[in-house]
C-alpha cells in the first residue's frame, strides 16, 4: 500500500529549501543504495503479483499527482512507478518532486522513480528547461540553486526501466532499434541510453532520426523485435501528450500521459492500475481494463 500522508500536501507547497534539500539528499541516499544493491543496473525487476500503479509524465501538474494519489486504485496498489519527466514545464514543479520524493523515502522499493529525458545526464540537455527557472521563483536565487544542483545530483541515481519478466517493459521513451538482450537495457551504452529516454513510436516500419533532436523515431518491427528479444508482451511509455492513453503498434505499446494544462493541448490525463498477477495483456486490453482517465 502507498499512501499519501495529509500534512505532506501542505508541506509540499510550504517547505523552505533547506527542507526541500533535506528531503532530496535523504532520497538520494535511497536511490543509491538500491543502485548498488542491483549492482549499477538500470533495470528494476517487479514481482509478478498484485496491483501496480503507472503514472506518466507530470511536469509540474501537482494537481494532476493528488488525484492520482488519493485514487483509491492508488491507495490500494502494493507498488508505483513513475515514467519520469518530473519537472519543467509545468509551475508546480518543486511540490510534484516533494511528494514524489516524500513517497521514495517513505516507501523505498515500493515507489520506482524512472528517469525522464528531463532527468538526463548533463550530455544530453532538454530545452526549454525550465526547472531552475522555477526553483528561483519560490526559493529565490540562492536557495533556488542549491535545490536545482541538490535534484541533478539526484538523477543520476535514477533507474530507467521496470520490467515485469515475460509481460511488460516500462520505460520513458521507446524501445532502442536492434536492441539484442535485456543486458543491453540493464548497463547501457551511450546510444542506447539515449533512446531509451527520447525515441517515440511511429506507425509503419523502420526507423529514423527524430525531430525532438535526440532518439529515434521506431516502428513496429522495430518494436516486434525488441519485445521478443526482451521476452515481454507489452511497451509501456510516456513522454508525448495524448488524451491520457494511445495504443500504436497493433496493441504492442501502450503511451500513458499523466499530465494537463499548458503548454500542452490533451483535455484528458490517464494513469494505470495494472493486475500484474495476471497474464499479460497487449495495450488495447490495458486501456479498457487497466486505464484511468480523468
Ligand atoms: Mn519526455
Not at 531552475?132 to 519560490?138: A, S
Not at 539484442?180 to 516500419?205: C, K, T
Not at 526482451?230 to 504492442?252: A, D, F, W, Y
Not at 494513469?271 to 495476471?278: G, K
Request: glycine share 10%; proline share 4%.
Amino acid at each position: 500500500m502507498v499512501r499519501v500522508e495529509e500534512e505532506w500536501l501542505s508541506r509540499a507547497f510550504e517547505a523552505s529549501a533547506d527542507e526541500l534539500i533535506d528531503l532530496i539528499e535523504a532520497s538520494t541516499d535511497v536511490l543509491k543504495r538500491e543502485q548498488e544493491l542491483r549492482e549499477g543496473c538500470g533495470v528494476v525487476r517487479l514481482a509478478p503479483r498484485g496491483c501496480v500503479a503507472v503514472v506518466g509524465d507530470l511536469h509540474g501538474d501537482v494537481e494532476s499527482l493528488i488525484h492520482i494519489l488519493h485514487d483509491a486504485e492508488t491507495v490500494n496498489s502494493d507498488r508505483i512507478v513513475f515514467l519520469g519527466d518530473y519537472g519543467d514545464r509545468g509551475t508546480r514543479s518543486a511540490e510534484v518532486y516533494y511528494l514524489i520524493l516524500k513517497l521514495k523515502e517513505t516507501y523505498g522499493k515500493k515507489v520506482v522513480m524512472l528517469r525522464g529525458n528531463h532527468e538526463g545526464p548533463p550530455t544530453m540537455p532538454v530545452m526549454p528547461h525550465d526547472l531552475p527557472m522555477l526553483f528561483k521563483r519560490r526559493f529565490g536565487h540562492v536557495g533556488g540553486n542549491d535545490v536545482y544542483n541538490a535534484i541533478r545530483a539526484l538523477w543520476r541515481w535514477l533507474p530507467h526501466c521496470a520490467l515485469v519478466e515475460g509481460k511488460y517493459l516500462m520505460l520513458h521513451g521507446g524501445v532502442p532499434v536492434g536492441v539484442r538482450s535485456v543486458h543491453e537495457l540493464e548497463y547501457p551504452v551511450a546510444e542506447v541510453f539515449e533512446q531509451i529516454l527520447w525515441n517515440d513510436p511511429v506507425e509503419g516500419s523502420g526507423y529514423f532520426y527524430s525531430t525532438r533532436g535526440a532518439g529515434m523515431m521506431f516502428g513496429e518491427d522495430v518494436t516486434g523485435q525488441a519485445l521478443r528479444a526482451i521476452g515481454v508482451r507489452t511497451l509501456i511509455r510516456s513522454h508525448e501528450p495524448c488524451e491520457g492513453v494511445r495504443v500504436n503498434h497493433n496493441g504492442k505499446i501502450l503511451t500513458v500521459f499523466s499530465r494537463k494544462g499548458a503548454p500542452y493541448y490533451n483535455t484528458r490525463a490517464a494513469y494505470l492500475a495494472i493486475d500484474v498477477s495476471c497474464n499479460a495483456m497487449d495495450a488495447i486490453e490495458l486501456v479498457r481494463t487497466a486505464a484511468r482517465i480523468w
